[in-house]
């Protein structure tokens, strides 16, 4: 029997087990308000106007990319039914650009070496990058929705110091992917209203000018006998004044560049241009309050107050809060799903003080491969995790019934419209069949992932043992417990490490 002649015969538009990944799980994206979900995801989740953190250890498959899809949908449609407490979602799941900039600025491309120097500041520089340039797309985006009017015109009326430390924040953090930095920058300062009268090239022109008026003057005042005391003050006032502006330019200069090659250095996971850092620093008033935000070698706390001023400023856009998904560590190219790579890049982020800070929540979905090592680590790194006040699932287990209730609601939203739905999973199979039997089998298989596995290779040995003209549609009990055994041995490999 093909396949999808069975498919047909119980009104299905797609297989509702092929699914591998949750990114690409068309099934999952269509109905995933009316999927089943893991019971602990309302703790995980939390309450969107009061973020906690939450991490989470789960296998491979357990379904933790269909969590991070999942709470991601819900906080969007939480944000468009309040004008107020909205949460403001960072997707921290594709650390590739990061690490590679890390690896670049280091100077190795061997892993190790990027990941020995890996500290928090790096991640917590990746999180304001991603968090900001999504802030700044907004404001200078083209497009006419009234709801970006408003935000824009929010912000030009904010207090000159939010407008200040978001004009900062730019210039420390906004990291397109797509245009020209300094054109962007330009509008970003004049939709502020931050930028000094006195850019670097006025200044230096009007210092080069009273110089020129200084000589003229020096000239005549030298070789002319007898001289008005007009042409002796222009004299003394353009000498005075090309030395005064001069010097103060020079001062700058070499004090914006100072800043520039320090932050530059500093900031090791975002491409900055040292030069035009300089250049965009005569932009800003030279003031305390843009000090307090530039990093420094050492100095954790600077990434703190950014964070904290960002929280401002997206608290007059209506934003009580911020909320950082974590995901698919394992995935890029330096860590290539090795433990103890993952171990140098996650540990630094088990911090109590980052975790717990006012308005900010992290949901950390990390493999289950370092559960293994945190029961190894010292206790001095577990007192500086304090996992035991961020609401940690570990690991992440499923039962035989969710899946099975899982699986069931899979099939019923893969169904045809207007057609009777099935009444539970058993149904596709023989009388013999019954629910204690598929919860029991489903049971060994233990995560999502290898749960449709395990039932789409029973359609499909169904399908290969079965002729078409029988018209026999049911799983039988026998193919049942041959695919079970099979499935739950594969399982059992996967676990030990067999391939």
Known sequence: MDIQRFFDHWQLEENPFQAEEARNDTVYART????????DFQKIFGQPPTPSTSIVFGEKGSGKTAMRLMMERRLAAYNATHDEDRVWMVRYDDLNPFLDQLSHTIGSSKPEDCLDHIRLAEHQDAILSL????????????????????????????????????????????????????????????????????????????????????LVGSGIWYFTESVGWEWQVLA?????????????????????????????????????????????????PSRQGIDRLLPEKGDQDKRYEATKRFLQIINCLGYGSMTVLVDRLDEPVLINSDSERMRKLVWPMLNNKFLQQESFGAKMLLPLELSHLLAGADPDFKQQARLDKQNLINPLRWTGATLYDLC???????QREGT?????????????VDERDLVDALDQMHQPRDAFKFLYAAIQRHCQNTTGETGNYKIPKLTLSFVRQEESQRVVNLYRGAR
Request: charged share 30%; aromatic share 8%; proline share 2%.
């Open 131 to 214: 968090a900001v340039t999504e802030l700044v797309d907004e404001l200078l985006s083209d497009s006419d929705d009234p709801a970006l009017r408003r935000r824009r015109n929010t912000v030009r009326k904010m207090s000159r110091d939010l407008r200040l430390d978001l004009a900062v924040l730019a210039l420390l953090y906004d990291n397109p992917r797509h245009g020209e930095r300094e054109a962007r920058w330009r509008r970003l300062v004049r939709l502020l209203r931050v930028r000094r009268l006195i850019s670097r090239k006025i200044h230096g022109i009007f210092a080069l000018g009273l110089g020129i008026v200084g």
């Open 236 to 284: 003394i006032s353009g000498l005075l004044g090309f030395i005064g502006f001069g010097l103060s330019w020079i001062t700058r200069f070499f004090k914006n560049s100072s800043k520039a090659r320090k932050t530059c250095r500093e900031i090791r996971t975002i491409a900055r241009d040292g030069s035009f850092f300089a250049d965009c620093l005569w932009d800003l």
């Open 420 to 432: 009777e739905r099935i009444g539970q999973l058993n149904d596709l199979f023989e009388d013999d």
């Open 32 to 39: 995933m308000e009316a999927t089943v979900t893991h019971p």
């Open 408 to 414: 069931t609601s899979r099939f019923r939203n893969c």
